[in-house]
């Protein structure tokens, strides 16, 4: 399968707590991006990149929380000294920016559970 | 502020009936428009999306939307419902300022057999 891939698929995690995600986009896409998902809502954007250069961060993404795709590649999403309420789905999606407006592909997500 | 309105929480219908999942925009200017559907447990798919041109879009499973300019519209439609249609569907918007999707808060729809 080619599509967006994301580990862990689960974390569970205690306050206070660093954890770190991976996402690896569908190889030709030169854009990727995060989002946050909590229950009963819809994706919430948090960042992204084209290539290996984040472009927008949301104000959503406090300093506790760090993006970095070093080799304009995989992409790693890293909470510090997590909190009870960073509790949330976490998708990754890629796109291949030509013109127009390309379509995101999100993959699985990652659910955190912090306890 | 750019956002999108999904206002039916849930969606109810029999299978081979059609089905209706409305969406409203507000956008500045041009809109680029999306449908995504969510299974439990897992991302989103992409259905469809409206960047311009013909106001019927055709999508994925057999789904469709509407883009209606006047009534700053997005409805996604199926002309006969399957049971294994029921999921989560998410309208969205791309900011215009950058590139980044704008998602409602979601509808469910549930096909009954």
Not at chain 1, 34 to 60: C, D, H, V
Not at chain 1, 92 to 106: I, K, V
Not at chain 2, 12 to 40: D, H, I, R
Request: positive net charge; glycine residues 8%; hydrophobic residues 30%.
């Amino acid at each position: 399968d080619t599509g967006v891939s994301q580990d862990p698929r689960h974390k569970i995690t205690k306050r206070g707590q660093n954890v770190t995600f991976r996402c690896d986009p569908i190889s030709e896409h030169n854009r990727l991006y995060w989002y946050r998902q909590t229950l009963g809502q819809g994706p919430e954007f948090l960042t992204y990149f084209q290539n290996e250069a984040q472009l927008e961060k949301s104000r959503l993404l406090s300093d506790r929380f760090s993006a970095e795709r070093p080799k304009g590649s995989f992409s790693t999403l890293e909470i510090q000294r997590t909190e009870q309420g960073d509790s949330a789905m976490y998708l990754c999606a890629s796109s291949q920016r030509t013109s127009g407006s390309g379509e995101q592909y999100f993959g699985p997500g990652t659910r955190l559970t912090v306890t | 502020a750019q956002s999108v309105a999904q206002p039916e929480d849930q969606v109810n219908v029999a299978e081979g009936n059609p089905l209706t999942v409305k969406c409203t925009y507000s956008v500045s200017g041009n809109p680029y428009l999306f449908w995504y559907v969510q299974y439990p447990n897992r991302g989103l798919q992409f259905l469809l999306k409206y960047i311009t041109g013909d106001n019927l879009v055709k999508g994925s499973y057999g789904f469709e939307a509407e883009f209606n300019k006047s009534q700053t519209s997005f409805h996604l439609k199926k002309p006969s419902a399957l049971v294994s249609d029921s999921a989560l569907y998410f309208c969205a918007v791309r900011d215009i300022w950058a590139d980044k999707l704008i998602f409602g808060t979601g509808t469910r729809l549930q096909v009954f057999p």
